[in-house]
Nanobody, 125 residues
Framework: HVQLVESGGESVQAGGSLRLPCVAS????????MGWFRQVPGLEREGIGS???????TYADSLKARFTISRDNAKSTLYLQMNSLKPEDTGMYYC????????????????????WGQGTQVTVS
């Protein structure tokens, strides 16, 4: 099993930046993909992007200009750098971990990931 713990969520003003870390523990050697998702109450959990163990990233088109995903394998830590934050970025942010798919890729799709953190709240006003 893999345990994931996100942190860094807080209330910020529009235009500001935040960096969210997610620390993985447990069977981290089994992690091929890591991803970031967010959710607003009443809506589906939305994929922000993903990263594989080589640092190859994918992003939702609407977010890639402002959000950056990185990964420090030595520290078993995933990061989400968010810039130029907008009120519509408000939500609970989750990290996730799982294997690569049959093509060696890491889709930013909720169903692909078996392990999830508890989430960290980001509020932009």
């Amino acid at each position: 099993h893999v345990q994931l713990v996100e942190s860094g969520g807080e209330s910020v003003q529009a235009g500001g930046s935040l960096r969210l870390p997610c620390v993985a523990s447990g069977a981290t050697q089994d992690i091929g993909c890591m991803g970031w998702f967010r959710q607003v109450p009443g809506l589906e959990r939305e994929g922000i992007g993903s990263i594989d163990s080589d640092g190859i990233t994918t992003y939702a088109d609407s977010l890639k200009a402002r959000f950056t995903i990185s990964r420090d394998n030595a520290k078993s830590t995933l990061y989400l750098q968010m810039n130029s934050l907008k009120p519509e970025d408000t939500g609970m942010y989750y990290c996730a971990a799982g294997p690569v798919n049959e093509y060696g890729g890491c889709p930013a799709v909720k169903a692909h990931y078996a392990y999830w953190g508890q989430g960290t709240q980001v509020t932009v006003s």
